[in-house]
T-cell receptor
Framework: NAGVTQTPKFQVLKTGQSMTLQCAQD?????MSWYRQDPGMGLRLIHY???????DQGEVPNGYNVSRSTTEDFPLRLLSAAPSQTSVYFC????????????FGPGTRLTVL | GNSVTQMEGPVTLSEEAFLTINCTYT??????LFWYVQYPGEGLQLLLK?????DKGSNKGFEATYRKETTSFHLEKGSVQVSDSAVYFC???????????FGEGTQLTVNP
């Protein structure tokens, strides 16, 4: 049981480039989400999904897209990276939308030049 | 809306010192409250939780009591170790919103 996994661990992009951050969980959790972590701001919710085929926006969705074609995977896409998207990104999952305990991946540190 | 406020850091202590990290919250209903810990280079891990007023969560020597009257959930440990050096996040969850709301995080450094 690997829990929540994320790849890559580190990434450097140039402004305007695109990339996908991968996230997978093997706990058969319905609910998955993406956060970004910035100094002094805690964790902010980007997008979330309550089940396969269903996604919705969080607090800071602009510049990011998501899809949920399977229960296990929840990739985060940056279509045109900007320096303001330099951050640490965490994927998380929990059993259902109304379950309170959440499990986090190890994070992806992204730098946009 | 919901919000969580943590004491400002960073906090630096000597080994075996007493730790308190303050956390207060604003919520419309009856949230569950959490402390998560993030060790260097890792993701967040659940440290402890409490789901109703006067509940005490505890784990690894850390404790926090859900105080509805003061809307607080302060984290305490009687004797910290160097290995406790990490960032600590207070968080709340309300079923109505189905979202976790996090505080800003408090960096703790414990020196030998």
């Amino acid at each position: 049981n690997a829990g929540v996994t994320q790849t890559p661990k580190f990434q450097v992009l140039k402004t305007g480039q695109s990339m996908t951050l991968q996230c997978a969980q093997d706990m058969n959790h319905e609910y998955m989400s993406w956060y970004r972590q910035d100094p002094g701001m805690g964790l902010r919710l980007i997008h979330y999904s309550v089940g396969a085929g269903i996604t919705d926006q969080g607090e800071v969705p602009n510049g990011y897209n998501v899809s949920r074609s399977t229960t296990e995977d929840f990739p985060l896409r940056l279509l045109s990276a900007a320096p303001s998207q330099t951050s640490v990104y965490f994927c998380a999952s929990r059993r259902t939308a109304t379950t309170d305990t959440q499990y986090f991946g190890p994070g992806t540190r992204l730098t946009v030049l | 809306g919901n919000s969580v406020t943590q004491m400002e850091g960073p906090v630096t202590l000597s080994e075996e010192a007493f730790l308190t990290i303050n956390c207060t919250y604003t919520a419309t209903g009856y949230p569950s409250l959490f402390w998560y810990v993030q060790y260097p280079g890792e993701g967040l891990q659940l440290l402890l939780k409490a789901t109703k007023a006067d509940d005490k969560g505890s784990n690894k020597g850390f404790e926090a009591t859900y105080r509805k009257e003061t809307t607080s959930f302060h984290l305490e440990k009687g004797s910290v170790q160097v290995s406790d050096s990490a960032v600590y996040f207070c968080a709340l969850y309300e079923t109505s919103g189905s979202r976790l709301t996090f505080g800003e995080g408090t960096q703790l450094t414990v020196n030998p």
